[in-house]
């Protein structure tokens, strides 16, 4: 009875999961469905999630974009945006959590309390005074307001790498300054190489974040040109005339193809990355 009881237990667990599972699923199954629908049954249909056929026009309309610039452009800039945003918010969070782990300083509880105290910051309290210093250096309508400050470091990266450093032995560098390795030299050559998972998992976060942005394009770009994805599909959305669905939801399924093939193919960094400690015996 006992095993019986554990039998129905799993299968109820189970059960449980993929509803939740398909729930959880739902607004992006339906986003995918009515991508293939005709723009005229998209919410006549609303309840199928079984296309009358599958047409592909959407996706051939919405790649064209607006006014001569295609989607091609806008995943362009999105990538140029998310790719150097990444790279220098992950080296930079490195370099600073190394410096918390292992280097002594005067005032360094001081800063690292500070540094804390910034995770707490809605971006709304920032927003206008960065926006302020952007303008008066005619940052403005460019990319660096995006990329930029991310060389500065991101507090979560810094919290998270520094927090695997900690697990490193410190034997490891006093036997690497013994051999003559300065301070550089052991976070190259020694620590980064023990902690690429979380740095990894960093990065994987960082390009989640940047990739879906939207209000710090919208704020500071100003020409379509220069757009990434997120205000690419805003396009598609006019108030003053029809909205074409089918294209919008063609591209955004598009969109968020680049965020499953991160995820997929880096999804074991993730765990390793927070949960694992820096040297595995």
């Known amino acids: 009875m006992a095993i019986k009881r554990k039998t129905w237990q799993l299968i109820a667990q189970q059960l449980l999961l993929i509803v939740l599972t398909f729930v959880m699923l739902y607004p992006l199954l339906w986003m995918t469905v009515s991508s293939f629908k005709d723009n005229s049954t998209i919410f006549t249909t609303a309840h199928s999630l079984v296309p009358n056929k599958l047409n592909f026009d959407s996706y051939v309309e919405g790649w064209k974009g607006f006014g001569g610039i295609t989607f091609t452009t806008f995943f362009k800039n999105s990538f140029i945006i998310t ?20 280097i002594k300083f005067s005032g360094k509880q001081i800063w690292f309390v500070c540094m804390m105290i910034t995770m707490m910051l809605p971006y709304e309290i920032i927003m206008v005074p960065q926006y302020i210093m952007f303008n008066w250096f005619g940052w403005v309508n ?7 400050p991310t060389f500065f470091g991101t507090p979560f990266f810094i919290f998270l790498i520094m927090q695997f450093i900690r697990t490193i032995p410190h034997e490891i560098d006093e036997a690497a300054k013994i ?28 390009f989640y974040w940047r990739w879906d942005d939207f209000m710090g394009p919208l704020l500071y770009l100003n020409q379509p040109q220069l757009y990434p994805v997120s205000l690419g599909l805003k396009m598609f959305s006019d108030p003053d005339s029809i909205t074409n669905w089918s294209a919008l939801f063609a591209m955004s399924t598009v969109s968020i193809l680049p965020v499953f093939i991160i995820f997929f193919m880096f999804q074991r960094y993730i765990v390793e990355g927070i949960s694992t400690s820096g040297l595995k015996g």
Do not use: E, N
């Not at 460019?142 to 930029?148: G, H």
């Open 142 to 148: 460019t990319y660096w307001p995006l990329i930029l």
């Open 179 to 206: 051999d003559g390795c300065s301070k550089f030299m052991i976070f190259s050559r020694i620590i980064m190489p023990l902690i690429v998972p979380a740095m990894m998992t960093s990065a994987i976060f960082s």
């Open 83 to 102: 790719i150097l945003s990444t790279i220098g918010s992950v080296l930079s969070s490195t370099l600073i959590a190394y410096g918390f782990a292992r």
